[in-house]
T-cell receptor
Framework: AQSVTQLGSHVSVSEGALVLLRCNYS??????LFWYVQYPNKGLQLLLK??????LVKGINGFEAEFKKSETSFHLTKPSAHMSDAAEYFC?????????????FGKGTKLTVNP | DGGITQSPKYLFRKEGQNVTLSCEQN?????MYWYRQDPGQGLRLIYY???????QKGDIAEGYSVSREKKESFPLTVTSAQKNPTAFYLC???????????FGPGTRLLVL
C-alpha cells in the first residue's frame, strides 16, 4: 500500500526566497509521484510528475522536484518565491506501472509568501 | 475547451435530504473519481469508475452513491446516511493508461 507524508502543514517564506516543500512516500512498487497545487476554492492543478524517467522533474511556474529513492523523498523546490505562489500544495503517489490507479494524497502544505 | 465541469459551485442540504453533485468531462477519459476534501485532511477517495456501468468504492464510500451511465458523466449523490456531509467535493478524470488525474473546480456542500 502506498502512503505520503508531507512535513509541515504550513510553510512561510519571503518573496524571492527559496521554496522547499517536503514529501516522503511509502510504496511497495516503483512509484509514480505527483505534485498538485490548489488555489483557494479551486480544483487541483498538476505541477509536475515523476514516472521513472529523469529523477529531476521540471514543472510549471518554475517548480521542480527531485526523486530520491534512497531517501524515499520527492521534495518540491522553487529558487525564488513569488506572491502568486501562495497556495496549498499536495504530494500524491500511485503504485501503478500503467493503467488508471488510485492516487494517495498527502494532507497538504499551505504556502504563505510574505512581501 | 476541454475540461471537467462541476455543478453547482455551492450546494445546501437540509436534514434528511439527498443531494446530487454533477461532474461532466469532455476529455474522452475512461476513468473518473470523486474525492472529499476537509481542512487539514488532504483528499480522500469516495468512489471511482474505470469504465461505463462499473464503479468501485474508495476509502470513505459510506453515505454516498454514484452512477456511471455515460462516459462523460459521473454524478455523486450524498445521501441522508452521510451524517457529516459538509466538505469540498472534487471530481477528477484520467485516461485508463496513464495515472495523471485532472480535476474539476469543486462543489462546496453546506448543511442548513
Amino acid at each position: 500500500a502506498q502512503s505520503v507524508t508531507q512535513l509541515g502543514s504550513h510553510v512561510s517564506v519571503s518573496e524571492g526566497a527559496l521554496v522547499l516543500l517536503r514529501c516522503n512516500y511509502s510504496s511497495s512498487v516503483p512509484p509514480y509521484l505527483f505534485w498538485y497545487v490548489q488555489y483557494p476554492n479551486k480544483g487541483l492543478q498538476l505541477l509536475l510528475k515523476y514516472t521513472s524517467a529523469a529523477t529531476l522533474v521540471k514543472g510549471i511556474n518554475g517548480f521542480e522536484a527531485e526523486f530520491k529513492k534512497s531517501e524515499t523523498s520527492f521534495h518540491l523546490t522553487k529558487p525564488s518565491a513569488h506572491m502568486s505562489d501562495a497556495a496549498e500544495y499536495f504530494c500524491a503517489v500511485s503504485g501503478s506501472q500503467g493503467g488508471s490507479e488510485k492516487l494517495v494524497f498527502g494532507k497538504g502544505t499551505k504556502l504563505t509568501v510574505n512581501p | 475547451d476541454g475540461g471537467i465541469t462541476q455543478s453547482p459551485k455551492y450546494l445546501f442540504r437540509k436534514e434528511g435530504q439527498n443531494v446530487t453533485l454533477s461532474c461532466e468531462q469532455n476529455l474522452n477519459h475512461d476513468a473518473m473519481y470523486w474525492y472529499r476534501q476537509d481542512p487539514g485532511q488532504g483528499l480522500r477517495l469516495i468512489y471511482y469508475s474505470q469504465i461505463v456501468n462499473d464503479f468501485q468504492k474508495g476509502d470513505i464510500a459510506e453515505g454516498y452513491s454514484v452512477s456511471r451511465e455515460k462516459k462523460e458523466s459521473f454524478p455523486l449523490t450524498v445521501t441522508s446516511a452521510q451524517k457529516n456531509p459538509t466538505a469540498f467535493y472534487l471530481c477528477a478524470s484520467s485516461r485508463v493508461d496513464v495515472e495523471t488525474q485532472y480535476f474539476g473546480p469543486g462543489t462546496r456542500l453546506l448543511v442548513l
